[in-house]
């Protein structure tokens, strides 16, 4: 079936630092893709989308490229704050998904001032 | 606008027993979501309603059941509690179907003894 594999957490970076959370998929045609966001104690929240392939999807200085070529959506920031600790999660939706998201597992990021 | 809410915040059960979980949304959506997320296993969609009067299975609805109540309220019912039903539980609603950003309630935690 479809799925979205993200790099193992936790990941540790100082503030300022570039931040890349790899993330690819396993999909048949062309599925939309997202990044959400948990911070601590909350539900998630939509941090941004590409629905095509070559789209970036940009929010809050992060940004994501769907490349089909690659099969990846990888998350970037060039430079976190100690605000931008969170788990963050890749997530799919695809014709076989019933037009619902699939999760990756989550990337738990912690910022140290 | 409260958004979604879910109560209760936190709940211990025994095994067998039964509870419902409430889930509420102020936002005019039609679709509504319960997840459930586990450590290490990002979030799992358990049930979907596409739209008021309709309710689907998602990837992991044994042991569960829901009710779709009106057009803001979206129920999730366990009718005999084990284990391996403690978890995070997550409701969610989007405009129209998953591709919509979805929107989070703070989640409700149960344990499960």
């Known amino acids: 079936g479809d799925s979205v594999t993200q790099m193992e957490g936790p990941v540790t970076l100082s503030e300022e630092a570039f931040l890349t959370i790899n993330c690819t998929y396993t999909?048949?045609?062309?599925?939309?893709l997202f990044w959400y966001v948990q911070y601590p104690g909350e539900g998630l929240q939509l941090l941004l989308k590409?629905?095509?392939?070559?789209d970036k999807g940009s929010n809050k200085g992060f940004e994501a490229t769907y490349r089909k070529e690659t099969t990846s959506f990888h998350l970037e920031k060039g430079s976190v704050q100690v605000s931008d600790s969170a788990v963050y999660f890749c997530?799919?939706?695809?014709?076989?998904?019933?037009?619902?998201?699939?999760f990756g597992k989550g990337t738990k990021l912690s910022v140290k001032p | 606008n409260a958004g979604v809410t879910q109560t209760p915040k936190f709940q211990v059960l025994k095994t067998g027993q039964s509870m419902t979980l409430q889930c509420a949304q102020d936002?005019?959506?039609?679709?509504m979501y319960w997840y459930r997320q586990d450590p290490g296993m990002g979030l799992r969609l358990i049930y979907y309603?596409?739209?008021?009067?309709?309710?689907d299975k998602g990837e992991v609805p044994n042991g569960y059941n829901v009710s779709r109540l009106n057009k803001r309220e979206f129920s999730l019912r366990l009718e005999s509690a084990a284990p391996s039903q403690t978890s995070v539980y997550f409701c969610?609603?989007?405009?129209?179907?998953?591709?919509?950003?979805?929107?989070f309630g703070p989640g409700t935690r149960l344990l499960v003894l």
């Open positions: 969610a609603s989007s405009e129209q179907g998953a591709i919509e950003t979805q929107y």
């Open positions: 309603s596409a739209s008021e009067g309709t309710t």
């Open positions: 999909a048949t045609g062309y599925p939309s």
């Open positions: 936002m005019n959506h039609n679709s």
């Open positions: 590409a629905t095509k392939a070559d």
């Open positions: 997530a799919l939706i695809s014709g076989r998904s019933q037009g619902n998201l699939i």
